[in-house]
């Protein structure tokens, strides 16, 4: 199968942000119900930060807008300071006029995990699917908490973290044994329902990542990789991040 990712390389992190900002102003505007998939860490800060600019200064209304976000770590409730629900009220959704009922989190204090993933996919068929998911992409290839070995056909589901990942989050906590071993995440079945797909990624720690994903071969090894099978899906990246690409 031929590889459909589009690639557009910008010249820094803000013009990263900014070029993402224009596609999702634009299904907005297209679709004002639309279900936008949603992302954390620290790739989209700008992109949430200039949404919510247009928000303030240019009046572009999310009232309509349904949210669901790529996953949560397991043990942490909302109110958490590191929990993605306290991320998202931070960063986007508190500063918005999006309606709390329309935001969906996986919740990481579920009493019954498999039954909270089932519920999750079941919320996102209901919503009709997601008609653009922002990603971002670890510096193992992962997508959402989706770690090497994942499958193409994956669904939500609680993950077992690589030692990578745990190392790259542990940043954020105070001590170690802070940082959660494991999270929910949306599978990469999931994330290839989306409609469209759209992927940031700045700095060159990601630039290994992004050459595996976009020239590297298809498969478990980089779950990345299997963005090259999507219809839609746009890449947007920073000069450094795209150092490691042949073309």
Known sequence: MANKIKLQILEDAQAVARAAVAVLAEQVHQRPDAVLGLATGSSPEATYAELVRLYREEGLSFARVRSVNLDEYEGLDGDHEQSYRHYMQK????AIDIRPWNTFLLDGMA??????????????????GVDLFLLGIGTNGHIAFNEPGSAVDSRTRLIELSEATIEANSRLFTR????????LTVGVGT????????LLATGESKAGAIAAAVEGNVGAQCPASFLQQHADCTFLLDKAAAAHLSR
Not at 91 to 94: D, F, M, Q, T, V
Not at 111 to 128: F, P, Q, S, T
Request: charged share 35%; aromatic share 2%.
């Open 176 to 183: 170690a044994d802070e940082v959660p071993r494991r999270a």
């Open 91 to 94: 960063h986007l959704l508190g």
């Open 191 to 198: 994330i290839m329902t989306s409609r469209r797909l759209l």
């Open 111 to 128: 009493v019954d995990m498999a039954a909270e993933c089932r519920a999750y996919e079941e919320r996102i068929r209901a919503l009709g």
